[in-house]
């Protein structure tokens, strides 16, 4: 929904301003930056994406851990299921019913903590290329600078993408 509503307002901007601007639409400067490509191509973006993939490692192989003591857990209520008195083993299947809610728990914990991480760490990287993006809008003179990402640039000359300026302005910390 958003995003649909974000092309339709670019439309009816660019209508408006092309119904004003007839008879003099040179005046006129428009760009596009493509934010996701900026994201993944900023060093600091990079280094993000390589700290939040080594975390989701490490919680990956906590996960595989319990899930491997799950298995394990498993294999003997199958062995000792003919050995075991009724009461040992509802004990033991309750063991195992615990540990595979815990095992879920955690889970639903780490992908939340990273989704949070991802989140932030992604939004702190957003707002200094968007602040670099107005930045060059305002020093040049563009009428509308649009976000490619959000699919609202169907076409535009080669020279209105503005993305590759504003990683190498965001890589040297302007």
């Known amino acids: 929904m958003k995003k649909y509503l974000s ?3 670019a ?3 660019i209508i408006g301003i092309g119904s ?3 008879a003099k639409a040179e005046g006129y400067k428009f760009g596009y930056v493509d934010f996701n490509r900026a994201l993944n191509e900023v060093e600091e973006g990079k280094r993000t994406k390589a700290n939040l993939k080594a975390e989701f490692e490490k919680k990956q192989k906590q996960l595989e851990l319990m899930q491997k003591e799950l298995k394990t857990m498993q294999a003997d209520l199958e062995k000792q299921k003919l050995i075991l008195s009724a ?3 509802k004990k033991k299947e309750e063991a195992f019913r615990n540990k595979f809610i815990e095992v879920n728990q955690k889970l639903a914990q ?3 903590q990273m989704a949070k991480r991802e989140m932030e760490a992604t939004g702190k990287i957003l707002t200094k290329l968007r602040n670099i993006t107005r930045g060059i809008g305002q020093k040049e003179g ?3 600078i649009l976000e490619k990402s959000q699919d609202v640039v169907i076409y535009s000359p080669a020279g209105a993408d503005l993305t590759s300026r504003v990683i190498s302005q965001f890589n040297k910390g302007k």
């Open 7 to 9: 092309a339709l307002i």
């Open 11 to 13: 439309v009816v901007l």
């Open 20 to 22: 004003v601007a007839t």
């Open 87 to 89: 009461e040992a083993m």
């Open 110 to 112: 780490y992908r939340e």
């Open 142 to 144: 563009y009428t509308m």
